[in-house]
Nanobody
Framework: VQLVESGGGLVQPGGSLRLSCAAS????????MGWYRQAPGKQRELVAT???????EYAHSVKGRFTISRDNAKNTVYLQMNALTSEDTAVYYC???????????????WGQGTQVTVSS
């Protein structure tokens, strides 16, 4: 199983980016998916999560600015980020609770991360 993020880059303050994370491999189902981020010198933190049914949760710092969504048919999760500030600069990672074909339970898999830099 692989999770591959894309969509990161350099954006000016107030701008927007859309991150994508596609899972591939021997997948039976993916339950919860989420986005996390890690800024230099800080611990990795939760940004947003979404259940297979579409229920979402957000960190207080991004609520109202970020939107998480998913396409179950494509095993893909998205993060629409608006009104970005320098505080959002970090490496963004996606995580999926993946049940592989033939498995009895799910396992967390992480992507490799994508850099988001907010700077003028």
């Amino acid at each position: 199983v692989q999770l591959v993020e894309s969509g990161g880059g350099l954006v000016q303050p107030g701008g927007s980016l859309r991150l994508s994370c596609a899972a591939s491999g021997s997948i039976f189902a993916i339950s919860a998916m989420g986005w996390y981020r890690q800024a230099p010198g800080k611990q990795r933190e939760l940004v947003a999560t979404i259940t297979r049914g579409g229920s979402t949760e957000y960190a207080h710092s991004v609520k109202g600015r970020f939107t998480i969504s998913r396409d179950n048919a494509k095993n893909t999760v998205y993060l629409q980020m608006n009104a970005l500030t320098s505080e959002d600069t970090a490496v963004y990672y996606c995580k999926g609770d993946v049940t592989q074909l033939g498995a009895l339970y799910g396992t967390d898999y992480w992507g490799q991360g994508t850099q988001v830099t907010v700077s003028s």
